[in-house]
């Protein structure tokens, strides 16, 4: 099947300046986001916003090289060690806040913090100097290759100190960064809206004077909405419902092929039979991951068994997808000594795509001495059990939205990661994974992470189900929507019409 991939362009950079007649832009999402806050975000539909509101300290593009934001320049020191950024001058937050390396500084001292979501993101980075307004200096304890990456995606987006430090932790309720569009209100499980800066330095090149984004979480009725013109453009299409959108021509799509991977995460401080790998292992050899794609997803998608894609240098070859196997799933049950069927309960998001994925699992592993049960709630009590451990299993997982593997990785396998809700703890997992943060020849690393796909075999925290390709449809009036290299949407020159 021809997949399309969207040309990404950066919101930094040489563009055509010049906006339409001004609208609102009404884009509807699949989930109500959590904190508008880059620090405690854990969801796609947050950075959705985010990445809407605030221009990020750099950038990626389509091949995932790095492209200036905030930061207009950037140099390595000849030993690895010591990452100079040059900042843009002149350029204020929505507050009127200053933008200088003194607020580089306090929003990356409170992002790599112990116990926050972003702190194993940047485990690498061991102190932040300011010389001078407009640069900063990142010393790392060795070289880092990633932390470029890493500076691209969310740990690029900074609040304004002023706001933080009269709303603390609470700044996701009235978020205040640098960018075109100003937090207006939120109104839960309904809608956020936001509101073009007038201050921004490229504010001529946005012709939407609002965006409004409405929470929709079923994918028909998202459909519906772009289809009747209540929205103008709307994320996650069900893949079933892709050729529709290719038959109305007044609707367009593209797919979003970012590096990302989504997977069945194991408690593993949860006591019971799936403490035993063999257990684990058993789950894993009932399920086909093949015909989830094919049923669910219409083959829009790619079956998975590690964080790579199967086309990507990553992806370790001596361990390639393999069929299901329902006999052998009760031979290991039957090795493991446990009494059949095996109870579980997974947890899963009320999202229409991920409970068909769930629903399959379900049968596929009643047939294999399972029996297993689904507690299907909305995302935002998801996050909250598994954050508390009150859960088996949960899924389908993702590895973030990337511009760099260790993103994907790091944060669900690293004992430190702050999606590792699992508690998976592994020191030859952590080994290896901070070693792919220190290799700066690129086939060194690939080894290490091809030996840390496995490690993840070995071991079997989560079970790898598919890799997304999300599809955005819109109203086929709609131009200039481009995607960071991560795969979030900008709207630098999108417009209605010609």
């Not at 399309?4 to 999402?29: N, T, V, W, Y």
């Not at 959590?34 to 990020?56: F, K, Q, Y």
């Not at 529709?244 to 007044?250: F, G, I, L, Q, T």
Request: one cysteine or more.
């Amino acid at each position: 099947m021809s997949k399309k991939l969207l040309i990404s362009a950066l919101m930094a950079g040489s563009l055509l300046a010049g906006a339409a007649s001004a609208a609102d832009l009404r884009f509807a999402l699949s989930d109500d986001p959590d904190a508008l806050d880059p620090v405690s975000n854990t969801t796609a539909t947050g950075i959705t916003v985010l990445t809407t509101m605030c221009e990020r300290l750099l950038y990626t593009d389509p091949q995932l090289n790095i492209q200036p934001g905030l930061a207009e320049s950037w140099d390595w020191s000849d030993d690895g060690l010591a990452l100079t950024l040059k900042l843009a001058s002149g350029v204020t937050f929505q507050d009127g806040t200053p933008f200088d390396s003194a607020a580089v500084k306090v929003n990356l001292d409170r992002a790599r913090a112990p116990g926050t979501q972003r702190h194993s993101d940047l485990l690498a980075i061991t102190e932040i100097e300011t010389p001078d307004p407009q640069t900063v200096i990142i010393r790392v304890a060795q070289p880092a290759v990633q932390l470029l990456g890493t500076l691209a995606e969310r740990n690029g987006i900074y609040m304004s100190p002023t706001a933080l430090e009269r709303e603390g932790d609470n700044i996701g309720r009235a978020p205040v960064c640098v960018g075109p569009y100003k937090y207006v209100d939120r109104v839960a499980q309904d809608r956020i809206t936001l509101e073009k800066d007038p201050n921004y330095r490229f504010a001529d090149d946005y012709a939407f004077d609002r965006v409004i984004f409405r929470i929709i979480p079923a994918d028909g009725v998202r459909l519906a909405n772009l289809q009747s013109g209540d929205v103008d453009i709307i994320e996650k299409l069900d893949p079933a419902l892709a050729e529709s959108v290719k038959a109305d021509p007044n609707l367009a799509m593209f797919q979003n092929y970012a590096a990302n991977s989504q997977a069945l995460m194991f408690n593993l401080e949860a006591p019971g039979p799936f403490q035993d790998v063999r257990v684990r292992r058993a789950f894993e050899k009932a399920i086909d991951r093949q015909a989830i794609v094919d049923v669910v997803f219409s083959g829009y998608y790619l079956a998975a068994n590690q964080f790579a894609a199967p086309d990507s240098q990553f992806y370790n070859t001596d361990h390639p997808i393999t069929p299901r196997d329902v006999d052998g799933a009760k031979a290991l049950l039957a090795e493991a000594g446990v009494t059949q069927p095996v109870p579980i309960t997974l947890l899963i998001p009320n999202r229409p795509l991920s409970v068909r994925v769930a629903e399959m699992i379900q049968g596929m592993t009643s047939e294999a001495g399972f029996d297993t049960k689904l507690n299907v709630v909305d995302f935002a009590t998801t996050l909250q059990l598994t954050s508390d451990g009150q859960f088996e299993a949960w899924g389908p997982i993702g590895g973030q939205f990337s511009n760099d593997l260790d993103a994907v990785a790091a944060q669900v396998l690293h004992s430190a990661g702050g999606r590792n809700v699992g508690k998976y703890n592994s020191p030859e997992m952590d080994r290896l994974l901070e070693a792919t943060r220190a290799a700066v020849d690129p086939q060194e690393r690939i080894a290490l992470f091809q030996q840390a796909a496995e490690q993840v075999m070995e071991d079997l925290p989560l079970i790898y189900l598919y890799h997304q390709a999300p599809i955005f449809a819109h109203r086929a009036d709609l131009t200039g929507v481009q995607l960071t290299g991560d795969g979030f949407p900008l709207l630098r020159n999108a417009k209605f019409g010609e």
